[in-house]
Structures are given as structure tokens and as C-alpha cells.
């Protein structure tokens, strides 16, 4: 049974820094494409970042850009998620996903296969 399990949410200061971490486990994931997503009180979950599965290839959505870094290590079955210059409108619940379809990542949310049960976070002005 695939599992993911993130972690390094927290309250952060707006300005600040985090980094999201996604442990996955119960088969292999080197050809697995992977997700971070959000969602916020009242809104849609929403898609934040991607990574195909050789890491090679990265997708953003465009508020994010510039601001946020997804990265993979295949050896140690971990997504990361390097979150900088937060502000207050990214605080959310943050969630990682598997899409084993495919090795391509993709910023549809019923595409992936697998998700994690979240991690808070919360940035303050």
C-alpha cells in the first residue's frame, strides 16, 4: 500500500522560509510523478508544484514562481518543497500526491493516484 507523509509545516513570519518534506513508501516511485498542492479555508485545493519522476522536469504555478522549489531524491523515495519569500496568502493545508500513470507531472488533481494527509502552513503579516 502506497503511503505519503509530509512534514515541515509550521507559523512562519511573511518574508520567511520553509521546506516541506514528502516521505513515500510501499513500492518503487523513480518513474513516479509527484505533487504539491494546497488548500486554503473556503477555496479549492490548488495546485502548487510538480516534479517528473527523474526530477528533470519541474512545473509552477505562476504565484509561486521565482519563490518556491520542488526537488526529488529517488534514492531516499523524498519530494521536497523549498518555500521562500512566503506571504501570508500561502498559508494553507499543503499536500503531496503520486501519479503513477504517468512520469510526467501535471497540475490536474484527479490525475494523481495517491495523496498525504497534509501539513499546516501559516504565514503571518
Known amino acids: 500500500q502506497v503511503h505519503l507523509v509530509e512534514s515541515g509545516g509550521g507559523l512562519v513570519q511573511a518574508g520567511g522560509s520553509l521546506r516541506l518534506s514528502c516521505a513515500a513508501s510501499g513500492r518503487t516511485f523513480t518513474n513516479v510523478a509527484m505533487g504539491w498542492f494546497r488548500q486554503a479555508p473556503g477555496k479549492e485545493r490548488e495546485f502548487v508544484a510538480g516534479v517528473s519522476g527523474s526530477g528533470a522536469s519541474t512545473r509552477y504555478t505562476d504565484s509561486v514562481k521565482g519563490r518556491f522549489t520542488i526537488s526529488r531524491n529517488n534514492a531516499q523515495n523524498m519530494v521536497l518543497l523549498q518555500m521562500n519569500s512566503l506571504k501570508p496568502e500561502d498559508t494553507a493545508v499543503y499536500y503531496c500526491?503520486?501519479?503513477?500513470?504517468?512520469?510526467?507531472?501535471?497540475?490536474?488533481?484527479?490525475?494523481?493516484?495517491?495523496w498525504g494527509q497534509g501539513t499546516q502552513v501559516t504565514v503571518s503579516s
Open positions: 500526491a503520486a501519479r503513477f500513470s504517468s512520469s510526467g507531472s501535471t497540475s490536474i488533481a484527479r490525475a494523481y493516484d495517491a
